[in-house]
């Protein structure tokens, strides 16, 4: 006589799937208080109002930064962080002492200085760039990284002599054209 075998769960499954249950019972329940906390009615329009916010300060931080750098610091910036991942910066209370490493690390193995500032000044320029980053608050250096991120996504349609890439006009304007 064949046995049929059994189809009951071992404790173990049974406990696991009651208590992911629970988990994912406690996140939603964390997740629905946290917005709620903040007078929103759903996650989505909280992030839709964040991203809105956060978009008017990058905008806000690039204007003010386009006023203080120069083509070539930001020719330089994007050749320091050109093989740098965004998501190394995601964890960071200040974002930009870490671009200011990138740009140290790269003027040290590309000579940055020779490449884009070039003339006697050019390892002080570098230098000024290096505190420059250094001292950005994290807006402006999520400004640095974002225009960069932008400039390697359209790198074959930017000429970097003469394009103000990290502008939010051009920027703008670039987006528009590649519907």
Known sequence: MNAKPSRKRSPTTKKSYSTNLRLSYEAKTASEAMYR????????SML????????VTL???????D????REDWNALSDALASVSMSSFLSLDA??????QHVAAADRLHDLARR?????????RVAELIETTRLMSCPEAWA????VQFFRKHAGQINPHRDSWWA???RRKAVATDK
């Open 144 to 147: 640095v990284i974002c225009a």
């Open 168 to 170: 939010i006009p051009f």
């Open 67 to 70: 006023e203080s750098l120069r």
């Open 37 to 44: 906390l903040y007078g929103f009615d759903s996650m989505t």
């Open 95 to 100: 974002p930009g002492e870490l671009v200011s």
């Open 59 to 65: 905008d806000d931080a690039t204007n003010c930064l």
């Open 116 to 124: 884009w500032y070039g003339g006697p000044d050019a390892e002080d």
């Open 48 to 55: 839709e109002s964040a991203l809105c916010s956060w978009e």
